[in-house]
């Protein structure tokens, strides 16, 4: 079973950064696109950000300019570097790995780790 294994939240004030990380030892990570996502109490999860094999990272409009996403293949390992965080950021964070290989999909999820912005 793959494991995909978060650590990095917390609590911080308004303002404060955190980075997540997510770590797997499967293989398959070098061709996997990977994800986090958030889930606040109450509301339906959403997409923070998305990484390809390659790097090249994408964001939802509300966290663009303060969060980046890379990746250490060599690692098999994905940071998510958050900066300016505000209240609204708040929630449970969790990685997502995604892989297509030999006409088969591959999709796992980490336990989640929680993120609290207050004062």
């Known amino acids: 079973q793959v494991q995909l294994v978060e650590s990095g939240g917390g609590l911080v004030q308004p303002g404060g950064s955190l980075r997540l990380s997510c770590a797997t030892s499967e293989s398959i990570f070098s061709i996997a696109v990977m994800g986090w996502y958030r889930q606040a109490s109450g509301k339906q999860r959403e997409l923070v950000a998305t990484?390809?094999?390659?790097?090249?990272?994408n964001y939802a409009d509300s966290v663009k300019g303060r969060f980046t996403f890379s990746r250490d293949n060599a690692k098999k390992t994905v940071y998510l570097q958050m900066n300016s965080l505000k209240p609204e950021d708040t929630a449970v964070y969790s990685c997502?790995?995604?892989?297509?290989?030999?006409?088969?999909?591959?999709?796992?999820w980490g336990q989640g780790t929680q993120v609290t912005v207050s004062s």
């Open positions: 997502n790995l995604n892989a297509r290989r030999l006409g088969a999909v591959y999709e796992y």
């Open positions: 990484i390809t094999p390659g790097g090249r990272a």
